[in-house]
């Protein structure tokens, strides 16, 4: 019996091996930002001492990875439209290899600031190429699952450096073998992105036809009937076309902004990005060592306490992902619990910090900072990108998804290059009050305006 085009796609046999080595290795992309987020934490007071760091130094040693990652992902686009995906990827290891060993051999502050803006540059190229290449490859029905592999991602990275940190703490120049460690997923990430294919919508642009058709062609289980293989990439192909058609259709920068259909999901969009990042969640992934030590808690502890961080945001992540397709849970619920838990947190981590370092007290602190962690993880943290993916409607998409980026990237900017200085100010207190005050104003937002595109058609 011949079936149509679209039920085959729904139906055939997929070649599971090639299709998550492939993303597996793409993913790595994004779990090396999470190593290089988590690493910085652990690393920074042995670096502070070793290099005799001001405040202000400490914030920019880790806050300009974050403003060149926002130069990289710029650049990223243009890297993978006109080389390919996978030379994108390639100069993304070897760039991360690079200032990884840059950075651990660094002599002073100056030469560390050029090694990290380096390292941040390849960290933004691998968070735009990566998801680039997974909804490329991916078949249509995996879509969704697969590119939310990046976030888990960056997810796993973070709590691998937590652990690299706990076990190398102590060593002679141990942060210089901390970050030197981030040499070794930039080299699998190189290697693995050597063995794998080229996106066949690269290639179809490109004009490489028969070079396309032999990847999708690998996509399919070798025991599929020939008819089956024929028309499931035929019918592929027929799709990515389409897809590089309406691409061409795509709105200019100027109907970005001034085009009356896309004024409320760039409002919605951009708004939400940002306030995802202002409550304080890279405070707490950046400085909780340097946060608990100041406070009075042990460094050991400290850095356990980051382990357990790692684990409970990546737990948390997972739960959502699991959940947020099933319509009685969908896009809202856990945007307004995970930022209603986000500012209760930061409420209890407020009051503790207010009074003298006690065993209560550092309890509390603690507790607050393992809750904040989990809600951002349960809410904003994995919901940021997918409300994003989903808002704007196809022709104003890739540049919803990139405008949205940059903007979460320059709140996390914000706040890493601030969070010392506002202590140094208001005291841990002060400052946890005022994220706790932002948060408030963020969870009202994402009340008033994020709707609801569970199972919808995307677009506002």
Request: net charge neutral; proline share 3%; charged share 15%.
């Amino acid at each position: 019996e011949s079936q149509s085009g679209d039920d085959i796609l729904l139906t055939f046999k997929i070649n599971n091996g090639f299709l998550y080595r492939c993303i597996t290795t793409s993913a790595f992309g994004s779990l090396l930002l999470g190593f290089d987020l988590g690493i910085i934490s652990g690393a920074l007071i042995p670096l502070e001492k070793d290099l005799n760091l001001t405040n202000l130094q400490v914030e920019f040693v880790t806050s300009s990875i974050i403003f060149a990652s926002i130069i990289g992902s710029l650049v990223a686009g243009v890297v993978a439209d006109t080389f390919g995906r996978k030379v994108g990827l390639l100069m993304a290891a070897a760039i991360f290899f690079a200032g990884s060993i840059g950075m651990a051999a660094s002599p002073n502050f100056d030469v560390l600031i050029i090694w990290r803006i380096v390292t941040g540059i390849a960290v933004g190229m691998g968070l735009v190429i990566c998801p680039i290449f997974c909804a490329e490859l991916a078949p249509r029905r995996e879509r969704g699952r697969l590119t939310s592999f990046n976030e888990m991602f960056i997810n796993v990275g973070i709590p691998i450096a937590y652990l690299v940190g706990l076990l190398l703490r102590g060593v002679p120049h141990d942060w210089r073998w901390m970050l030197a460690a981030g040499a070794f997923p930039a080299m699998f990430l190189f290697i693995m992105t050597c063995l794998m294919p080229e996106s066949p919508n690269y290639l179809l642009k490109h004009g490489k036809n028969a070079e396309a058709r032999a990847i999708v062609e690998q996509l399919v289980d070798k025991t599929e009937d020939q008819h089956v293989k024929d028309a499931v990439v035929r019918q592929t192909l027929v799709e990515m076309k389409r897809d590089m058609n309406s691409n061409e259709n795509m709105a200019t920068w100027t109907e970005m902004f001034t085009s009356k259909e896309n004024r409320s999901p760039l409002f919605i969009g951009l708004g939400f990005s940002i306030l995802t990042q202002l409550p304080g969640i890279d405070s707490i992934i950046f400085y909780s060592v340097y946060t608990l030590s100041a406070y009075g808690v042990s460094e050991d502890l400290a850095l356990k306490v980051t382990l357990a961080m790692g684990l409970l945001k990546l737990g948390f992540t997972i739960l959502t992902a699991a959940f947020v397709d099933s319509g009685n849970v969908g896009r809202r619920l856990p945007v307004i619990v995970g930022g209603f838990g986000g500012v209760i947190a930061m409420g209890i981590m407020a009051v503790s910090a207010m009074y003298p370092h006690s065993a209560t007290t550092e309890a509390l602190l603690i507790f607050g900072i393992l809750l904040f962690v989990s809600a951002f993880g349960l809410g904003y943290g994995p919901m940021c990108w997918l409300i994003l993916a989903e808002i704007f409607q196809g022709p104003y998409r890739s540049k919803g998804m990139s405008l949205g980026s940059v903007v979460n990237r320059l709140g996390s900017f914000l706040i890493a290059s601030t969070y010392l200085s506002l202590v140094s100010a208001l005291g841990f207190s002060g400052t946890f009050t005022l994220y706790m005050l932002i948060g408030i104003v963020s969870v009202s937002f994402a009340y008033a305006y994020v709707p609801d595109l569970t199972g919808k058609t995307m677009g506002v």
